[in-house]
């Protein structure tokens, strides 16, 4: 078993659980059972890793999502999205709001139901992601570096519209996407309407050739409300069912 690397059958033999495979008279359905431990095993240690490699801030689900509160988006059309067929299409998805809405919720739900399913998954912040090819610059490593962001079958690049971008920074992100174009699927967020991002990259033709390339096989999504995060604290007691101080 060692010399096969058959981890999770090992595992069963030195703790004393070999009884789980006892009342098959059946060798061949025997040899069923004890591969198909070993099967689970492997997919639940290389589930695992794509969770570790996704560095999902944490975990969320669309079973976790109030779509009762965020009436602006329909669940139907997010659980159909959760089949992932866009993904196995290289296409985008774009969620824009306020801060506080359900962005990065819905962004990350659907990036778990991928890592779930095989799929190869990288979370990243918008800052993050500049950061790291402006670090690249420094030891020579740029091309490798903007490979490795392609290299995924999601990308998700959450809260762009926090930092404006420079010029290079704005190149930067270009190359991005356009390295994502019809290759890869993109899950991006952010709080500024398309109208603004002339604002926030360096050069208004970047922003059109980023915006084109993003859209053209994309699923948009505009998020409204109040932020989640706040409402509880600006809310009245009143507002929650308590008694109005002056009824009258």
Not at 3 to 9: A, G
Not at 54 to 74: C, G, N, W
Not at 111 to 136: I, N, P, Q, T, W
Request: hydrophobic share 40%.
């Amino acid at each position: 078993m060692k010399r096969l690397k058959l981890r999770r059958i090992r595992e069963i033999l030195e703790s004393g659980e070999e009884e789980v495979f006892s009342g098959y008279s059946d060798p061949v359905e025997l040899i069923f059972q004890v591969a198909q431990r070993e099967v689970l095993a492997r997919e639940e240690t290389q589930r695992q890793r794509r969770f570790h490699r996704a560095r999902f801030p944490d975990i969320k689900t669309l079973d976790d999502f109030d779509f009762s509160v965020q009436k602006s988006v329909e669940e139907s059309t997010l659980q159909e999205l959760a089949q992932l067929d866009f993904i196995d299409r290289a296409e985008n998805v774009v969620f824009l709001g306020p801060p506080g809405v359900g962005k990065t919720h819905l962004a990350i739900a659907l990036g778990v139901a991928a890592a779930d399913r095989g799929h190869d998954v990288l979370f990243c912040r918008a800052e993050e992601l500049v950061d790291d090819l402006y670090a690249s610059l420094a030891d020579g490593t740029f091309k490798r570096v903007l490979g490795r962001y392609g290299k995924h079958d999601l990308l998700i690049i959450d809260e762009l519209g926090f930092l404006d971008l420079d010029r290079t920074a704005s190149n930067h992100f270009f190359q991005v996407i356009n390295q994502a174009y019809e290759q890869q699927s993109v899950i991006l967020t952010s709080n500024r309407p398309f109208q603004e991002w002339a604002a926030l990259f360096d050069d208004a033709v970047v922003v059109s050739a980023i915006l084109d390339r993003l859209l053209h096989h994309a699923h948009l999504f505009n998020l409204k409300g109040q932020s989640y995060r706040l409402k509880d604290k600006f809310d009245p007691p009143w507002a929650q069912g308590g008694e109005h101080p002056n009824p009258g």
